[in-house]
């Protein structure tokens, strides 16, 4: 079947990696290709297999987490395949953890605990780029662990025109596409445009890495 989302499951603990296989399954979009007990384990997965998404446990013997997603980010990937996008699981809410993971490249972070049908959400919502996940809750991570003293402002920032920077920083705040067009009074497909030349204005990968760059340089 196409069209699938391709999924890879990293755990220390095979009673939850079962129970999020079992939940993923039941989805008619969404396919399993593969699990992982730490790290190390995850990166050979990962490579072997080609996922679109990797839900990635960050405390895990061995490699955790975070080291696993640096190196998997950095990897060089093949011609037609895209870099898998990262999803951070975590225990803890306001995790340093997953403001570093997130800093590193991840596309965000849940919680363990999520309800299924916000975990399901999540998924397809990095798959397609558009939002970032759990935006109130990364947006306070970064007021509480970004550094102090804020970088300088990027010459690039300076490219963005007016109508760019009202909706970078409305992005920044966790918005999504929706909420920025009703509160612009534009269309959602306007704004996805928008989005899309901030981001290559600014060399940033997707929404993520737009909250990392308001923060890191003052503009949250």
Do not use: H, K, N, W
């Given at each position: 079947m196409s069209g699938l989302i391709r999924v890879v499951i990293v755990d220390d603990q095979a009673l939850?990696?079962?129970?999020?296989?079992m939940l993923l399954d039941s989805q008619a979009d969404l396919e399993v290709v593969g699990?992982?007990?730490?790290?190390?384990?995850?990166?050979?997965?990962?490579?072997?297999?080609?996922?679109?998404?990797?839900l990635m446990d960050i405390r895990m013997p061995g490699m955790d987490g975070l080291a696993a997603t640096a190196e998997l980010l950095q990897d060089d990937v093949p011609d037609g395949r895209a870099r898998p996008r990262v999803v951070m699981l975590t225990t803890f809410d306001l995790d340093e953890a997953a403001a570093r993971a997130i800093r590193q490249g991840a596309s965000g972070f849940l919680l363990k605990d999520a309800d299924p049908e916000f975990l399901l959400a999540a998924i397809r919502t990095v798959h397609s780029g558009s939002a970032v996940i759990a935006a109130s809750a990364t947006r306070e991570l970064f007021?509480?662990?970004?550094?102090?003293?804020?970088?300088?402002i990027p010459a690039a920032y300076g490219s963005l025109t007016d109508r760019e920077k009202e909706i970078f920083a409305l992005a920044a705040r966790g918005l999504s596409n929706a909420e920025i067009a009703g509160r612009e009074y534009l269309s959602e497909a306007t704004v996805k445009t928008h989005i899309s030349r901030i981001l290559t204005k600014l060399r940033l990968r997707d929404r993520v890495q737009l909250v990392v760059f308001a923060f890191e340089h003052g503009l949250a």
């Open positions: 939850f990696r079962a129970g999020i296989r699990e992982a007990a730490d790290g190390r384990q995850a990166l050979d997965v990962v490579r072997a297999s080609g996922p679109d998404v990797v007021a509480r662990f970004t550094d102090a003293a804020p970088q300088p």
